[in-house]
């Protein structure tokens, strides 16, 4: 999947360019600034203790949200998939493939450090599912109230 990342993470940087032209050419509500979009992502991150972002056709995104439906995980999805997305949607992918070194999705965040997408990456190298295995899921995520467990 490496040698796949370099054409993936240029293609995102290519999509918000022209999206961001797009932006500015239409206006509002299309138009963004980069430096607000990756302010957002540090927000977010500092508000909630454990961060998702997703995408809302994925397979890979709907498998991590499964394995995550018992913890309490804020979840952000972007759009529909990689090529539906909106122009600031498009940036703050950019945005966390610079934090992380990958463009895809899901990626999961617990007290603003990168634990992975769906099963890659992260301090583990395996992502959401190899942290499910080892059973750190319990250890690094608080659980929902009882009652409250399910998909977002």
């Known amino acids: 999947m490496s040698l796949l990342s370099i054409p993936f993470s240029l293609e995102a940087k290519v999509q918000a360019a022209v999206l961001g032209l797009f932006g500015e050419v239409i206006g509002s509500p299309f138009r963004f600034n980069s430096d607000d979009v990756r302010d957002d992502i540090q927000d977010e991150l500092s508000r909630n203790s454990a961060v998702i972002y997703t995408y809302a056709w994925s397979p890979f995104s709907t498998q991590a949200l499964d394995a995550l439906s018992e913890y309490d995980v804020k979840v952000i999805e972007l759009g529909a998939e990689w090529f539906a997305m909106m122009p600031a949607e498009s940036e703050k992918r950019v945005a966390l493939g610079?934090?992380?070194?990958?463009?895809?999705?899901?990626?999961?965040f617990v007290k603003k450090e990168y634990q992975g997408?769906?099963?890659?990456?992260?301090?583990?190298?395996?992502?959401?599912?190899?942290?499910?295995?080892?059973?750190?899921?319990d250890r690094i995520l608080k659980k929902k109230p009882k009652g409250k467990a399910g998909r977002r």
């Open 117 to 137: 997408g769906f099963a890659t990456g992260g301090p583990t190298g395996s992502g959401i599912i190899g942290l499910q295995k080892s059973g750190a899921l």
């Open 98 to 108: 610079e934090m992380t070194g990958s463009t895809a999705l899901p990626k999961l």
